[in-house]
């Protein structure tokens, strides 16, 4: 059974950093793509970032380039989404979410997903 696994979310003062971690078990990481979204309260779920297989292709939201970077680790089996000069507005839950085939910032064209970790950006 496939397993995806979001760390090291919480709480920061806006203009800090976090980075989140992915991990995935039951499936050949270095053969899927992967993706980042986040979800706050009363809002619908964003796409923010999203890297291909091989890390060769990215794609991030407007909302926070220039501020995320994504990265992947095929030998670690682990996914990254570096996050720099934090904002309130980037409070919300962060999903990761991993398909064979698609890749991008559309929630629907991810296949497995992580219960989430909870980022807090305080003013």
């Known amino acids: 059974q496939v397993q995806v696994m979001e760390s090291g979310g919480g709480l920061v003062q806006a203009g800090g950093s976090l980075r989140l971690s992915c991990t995935a078990s039951?499936?050949?990481?270095?053969?899927?793509?992967m993706g980042w979204f986040r979800q706050a309260p009363g809002k619908e779920r964003e796409g923010i970032s999203s890297i291909t297989w091989s890390g060769m292709s990215k794609v991030y939201a407007d909302s926070v380039k220039g501020r995320f970077t994504i990265s992947r680790d095929n030998a670690k089996n682990t996914l990254y989404l570096q996050m720099n000069s934090l904002k309130p507005e980037d409070t919300a839950m962060y999903y990761c979410?991993?398909?064979?085939?698609?890749?991008?910032?559309?929630?629907?064209?991810?296949?497995?997903w992580g219960q989430g970790t909870q980022v807090t950006v305080s003013s």
């Open positions: 979410a991993a398909d064979r085939t698609h890749w991008g910032l559309r929630s629907t064209d991810f296949r497995y």
């Open positions: 039951a499936l050949t990481f270095n053969n899927y793509n």
